[in-house]
């Protein structure tokens, strides 16, 4: 008689092949699904770190943009003469004068430095270009940006700008002209995931009066067919070739400055209107006779 076998040991219970496959794929359904889970929140705390770097880095450039910009035309401390404020007033391409310097403050400076920003739509970078006071060189920036001017230097003021000719970067104030906004529209995120970000400042120019001339500053020339040539003396008005018109009833306009106004030989005060290129005016009368 043969000994009887323990339930136990005779058990034969356990999982299948089957089951044991079916088990592990379920546990690498459910861990794959975590990881990406993870993966995506990982890529979501990335993305957002970027755009605040970016917003962040857009902010300063801007606050750069716009502490130069208020400092446009400021008087100096020492001689106190005004000069012209904006000699170029584009959608895209602002060139001023301004005694404040991206890094300096400016504070104590005797000399204004002539200063532009402007966009270059093929490489979406905004410049800025500068002949800083004292330094030898062409005294205008050129058409080309950056500039490419003798003694001009150049650096970039912001990347990734998607604004356009029909999208500026400038906005300028109604006539007189004496605020500048700037709406600057940066590109951010990443390659997959593009997300335009908008910044808008701006500030009053302190430099935003009228041309600080007297009558003393227009040049009385010779006559010519009951004409007489007045020249106005644009180094006063701040800088040669500023956008300073001058005008006066019945003159014709002859040249940057300059006007033929009716002359008798009796001497007569002709009525003169100054105006830069913000608008701002200054009347003054100038003795001419023939």
Not at 187 to 209: C, I, M
Not at 268 to 282: A, H, K
């Amino acid at each position: 008689m043969r000994p009887r076998r323990s339930h136990r040991l005779a058990s034969e219970d356990g999982f299948t092949l089957t089951e044991l496959l079916v088990a592990m794929t379920v546990s690498v359904v459910v861990l794959l699904a975590t990881l990406g889970t993870l993966d995506a929140f990982n890529s979501g705390v990335a993305e957002n770190n970027r755009l605040t770097d970016a917003a962040d880095a857009a902010r300063r450039d801007v606050a750069a943009v716009v502490g130069v910009l208020r400092d446009a035309g400021a008087p100096a401390p020492v001689s106190g003469s005004q000069p012209t404020t904006v000699l170029q007033a584009g959608a895209n391409d602002l060139v001023f004068l301004s005694r404040a310097w991206p890094g300096e403050s400016g504070v104590g400076a005797t000399a204004n430095h002539v200063e532009r920003y402007c966009l270059d739509t093929a490489t979406k970078t905004l410049w800025f270009n500068g002949l800083k006071a004292g330094t030898s060189g062409s005294a205008t920036p050129g058409s080309a940006c950056p500039s490419t001017a003798a003694g001009w230097t150049s650096q970039v003021a912001a990347r990734n700008v998607l604004n356009t000719a029909a999208d500026p970067i400038f906005v300028y104030g109604s006539a007189p002209l004496r605020s500048v906004s700037l709406n600057l529209r940066l590109q951010s995120g990443t390659a997959v995931k593009s997300r335009p970000l908008e910044l808008r400042s701006g500030g009053t120019l302190r430099g935003a009066l009228a041309p600080q001339l007297g009558a003393g500053d227009i040049t009385v020339g010779p006559c010519n067919s009951g004409r007489t040539l007045l020249t106005l003396n644009l180094g006063a008005a701040g800088a040669s070739g500023n956008g300073v018109k001058v005008s006066a009833p019945n003159g014709i306009p002859v040249g940057p400055g300059k006007i033929l106004v009716p002359a008798t030989s009796t001497p007569q005060n002709v009525p003169l209107t100054i105006t830069n290129l913000l608008g701002l005016q200054t009347l003054l009368t100038k003795s001419v006779s023939c």
